[in-house]
């Protein structure tokens, strides 16, 4: 199964790991169990431990993944999604997805580190926008004299 977990009840969190192939199918089918287990809250906070997982989902994959989670966390109370990546296309399409989750209660930030990535979740930190990306990692093409600043 490539995703588990894990909740924390005193801390708040929910651990993720995510290993393997990964499909659209496995996130609803891991959200199933995940909202059925008797110690889940929809308050507590993810870290979602990416750095395993081998596939790369489609971009309209990840446009539909998107929205199957917008619907799914509409009314919660906001809460943060912390994902650890470390290889820069899967970072590439982390921002996509993030772009398109805008909006939403959950809110999604990457880190290359697990202790970064815990650090945001410990310091309740809520609604300060996305994380900088290094940016020997950042994608997107550069302006000709100018910081890419992902304003597109």
Do not use: C, H
């Amino acid at each position: 199964m490539p995703i588990t977990y894990r909740i924390d009840p005193e801390r708040r969190v929910v651990y993720l790991e995510v290993d393997g192939l990964l499909s659209v199918e496995e996130v609803q089918s891991y959200r199933r169990r995940l909202t059925t287990d008797p110690g889940y809250s929809p308050f507590y906070d993810r870290m979602i431990d990416a750095r395993n997982v081998s596939s790369r989902i489609a971009p309209a994959d990840i446009r539909r993944l998107a929205d199957i989670i917008r619907l799914d966390d509409q009314g919660n109370k906001p809460s943060r999604r912390a994902v650890v990546l470390q290889d820069a296309a899967k970072l590439g399409l982390m921002q996509v997805f993030q772009a398109y989750t805008r909006g939403n209660p959950a809110e999604y930030r990457v880190f290359q580190s697990v202790e970064d990535a815990e650090r945001w979740l410990a310091s309740g930190d809520v609604g300060a926008g996305p994380a900088a990306l290094p940016p020997s990692t950042a994608p997107g093409p550069k302006r000709e004299g100018k910081p890419d600043r992902g304003t597109g």
